[in-house]
Each structure stands twice: as C-alpha cells, then as structure tokens.
C-alpha cells in the first residue's frame, strides 16, 4: 500500500478499509451529484466514443478536448470511418491537440478493429491490450466505463489524490511508486460500480483535489485525508524536481513564387513526432550561423535548393514535451534548383487561403497566423522587390 508507517492501530489495512467506507458512503454520492455533463458520458456508454474521449485527453484539459471530440466523432462515426479515412483528413481534424501520434495510432488501432473484430471494440481486456496504443491506462479506462470490466484508472488525478489521502512522502515518478498506487486502487475498486469509482477519483481530483489551492473544505474524503489532516494538501505528490528542459533554435523558410503562392513540405509519415503534417521547411541553428544561413542550408540539405533569404516574419516560441522551440520564420526565394524530396515527403506550392486544407503543427499554425495577421496582401514583388 502507498502509505507511510503510522502508529500501532492506524496501519495501512486500517486505513484502506477506512478510504473504502468513506469512498462507497460519500465520494460516489458526491460524484452522483456533481458529475460533469462531458458528452462522451452520454449513456448508454458507446465504447468507440469513450476510446475517442480517452486518447484525447490524454496530455489534454477536458475544455479543449469537447469542441474537437464533436468534431472527431461527426467526422469518424465509427472504428470502420477512421480507418478507411485519409491519413492527412485524420490529421488535420486533429490539427491542434498535439501529441499527434496518438491520432496515427488511433486509426492503426481502427484498421485492427475493423480487420479482427468486425468494426467493434473487444470487451476484453487481453484483446484490447493487443491493439496498438491500449497501454495499461487506456485497457483500464474503455474497460471499465465501456465494458464495466473491474479495472482501476490510474490517472494524474487519482495519484493527486491517493497520495494526499496516504500522505505519500515517496517519489511518484518512480515505477515501483506507481505500482504500489496501482494495487491501492485495485484494493479501493469496487467490483459492482467499476466506472462510477474510476470517474468519481479523477472527478474529485479534477474539481476539488485540485493541484493548486485545493478545496479541502468540499472534499467529502476530508475526514480520511492524512494530508489534510497534516495541515499541508499542496506538499503532495511528491515529485522530483525537473531537469532542465533543452532550447532550441530554428529557422523556417516561407518559400515565395512569382504567382504569390507559398511552399510547404511534408514531413514523412516514419519521421517522429509530427509524421505526416505539413511544415514551413527548414531547421535547427548550427553554432557559428547567422539565422539566414541556417535557412539556406537546411533547404539545400532538405530539398536541394539555393535560397535567397529574405526578411523575418515572425519569431514563434513554442513548448514541447520535452523541450522548447523559438522557430524564426524568413521569407524565401528559390534562386536555383528544383524541390527535391531528400528529407521530406512531399511538397506544394498553395494560396494562403489554402492553407487550411493541411494539417500543420501549432507552431507553423502561428507562422500561418502571422502570414494573415500583415496589414497588406503577402506578395512576391513586395517582398523582393528587386527580384
């Protein structure tokens, strides 16, 4: 159990039974009463809906994931609709939410579905555990609010509040920490209402058990809270502190022609995070280089062109999982070459209205938005005039 040593008389067994009473007389009747509206809740539950719900909010807040769920869901109806679905349209309906492997494999886990479970999600565990991307969260999560399968949701939320509860004093990043609030939830899981429990510990962590300022006063676990109890709610989970997050600095060339239309490339489909969107071309800064040279050497490099690099558009600092960008967006010209596919997929030569027919990252969105926000059309001889 993920709890520190107490007193004779107050060991963990105590105390879990204890959270148990308290969670089956008070936390479910509170969430019975206070449950957000969220319309992947609609029931009956349908399991695409709730896996579609899932996966977005992974790394997401619910209020930025309703309008593109609505989205989603008239676009995809269904595992069979995001399967036979253009790689590129998935994409772009996702456009925004980031963490853009998750929609890829999405719809791989959509071709499986519809290839060995005729279009429907399995209701087991072990053949939703097969299905690319179904980590031990995501099995948990369509398995018991889908299903009613008896599996505990382990969430940032649930360990806020699991270790506030246990007063935790270990590392949450740890695996084996993890692990031990893992089996305190299966110990906590109440076998006939699985999902009322699962969605009641992430509503209580997202409503009341907040990160911040928590609402100690409305909590109806108050009175088995160890933290709570210490006087100091915010002093949990203990977390290691963060390393530095790396910085890095890019250029990005806004590729002109004679007929005002802008180059874009694509990034291929095995390139990593961003596979498959479309991107402002270009690159990270080399020691020694001006931002201009940069430009041109990662179009040489990338699709075998000479560049004339032009003003600066715009300077777009953006964050990552793991590091932070500041992308400098130049306006460009070809002087000599063709394109070139060296490192990219593809390319096109589109119209700013046009733009919104590709699916970009949010930091090329930004270059985009700035292309917009310029007070005059964006034209070639204006650009360069003494070209």
């Keep these: 159990m993920v709890m520190r040593k107490q007193e004779a008389g107050n060991g963990p067994g105590v105390h879990v039974q204890a959270v148990r009473q308290a969670m089956a007389r008070r936390l479910l009747p509170w969430f019975d009463a206070n449950r957000r509206d969220l319309p992947w809740r609609k029931e009956p539950r349908e399991a695409y809906a709730v896996w579609v719900s899932e996966i977005m909010l992974q790394q997401t807040r619910v209020d930025t994931v309703i309008p593109y769920f609505a989205r989603f869901m008239e676009r995809f109806p269904s595992p069979a609709a995001l399967a036979d679905a253009p790689l590129q ?36 565990a072990e053949a939703l555990a097969a299905l690319p991307g ?26 806020r509040v699991l270790s506030r509860l246990s007063a935790c004093g270990d590392d949450v990043a740890m695996p084996s920490v993890r692990e031990r609030f893992r089996s305190q939830a299966d110990a906590l899981l109440l076998r006939d209402r699985p999902a009322a429990c699962n969605e009641a510990w992430m509503e209580l962590g997202a409503l009341v058990c907040l990160p911040r300022g928590p609402r100690c006063g409305e909590c109806p676990m108050q009175d088995v809270c160890r933290a709570r109890r210490e006087g100091r709610p915010e002093a949990y989970p203990v977390k290691r502190r963060k390393m530095n997050i790396p910085h890095k600095t890019v250029g990005a060339a806004v590729i002109l022609n004679r007929r005002n239309q802008i180059m874009i490339a694509q990034r291929r489909p095995e390139g990593g995070m961003l596979a498959g969107l479309w991107e402002f071309p270009g690159g990270k800064i080399q020691e020694g280089e001006t931002m201009p040279q940069c430009i041109a050497r990662e179009l040489e490099e990338e699709m075998g062109l000479e560049l004339e690099v032009g003003p600066e558009l715009t300077v777009v600092h953006h964050a990552y999982s793991h590091f932070t960008i500041a992308l400098h967006a130049h306006f460009a010209r070809i002087l000599s070459g063709r394109p070139r596919h060296l490192e990219c ?11 919104d027919d590709y699916p970009f990252s949010k930091a090329d969105l930004k270059i985009i938005e700035a292309l917009r926000a310029r007070p005059s059309p964006v034209r070639f001889k204006d650009i360069f005039p003494g070209a």
């Design 345 to 355: 997929a593809g390319h096109a030569w589109v119209t700013l209205d046009r733009m």
């Design 134 to 159: 179904f980590g031990a969260y995501t099995v948990a999560a369509v398995g018991s609010f889908a299903f009613g399968l008896p599996l505990a949701v382990l969430d940032g939320n649930v360990i």
């Design 89 to 124: 349209d998935v994409l772009k309906c996702w456009e925004g939410l980031g963490y853009y492997a998750r929609a890829r494999q999405m719809q791989a886990a959509a071709r499986r579905i519809v290839e060995d479970h005729g279009g429907r999600l399995p209701a087991s």
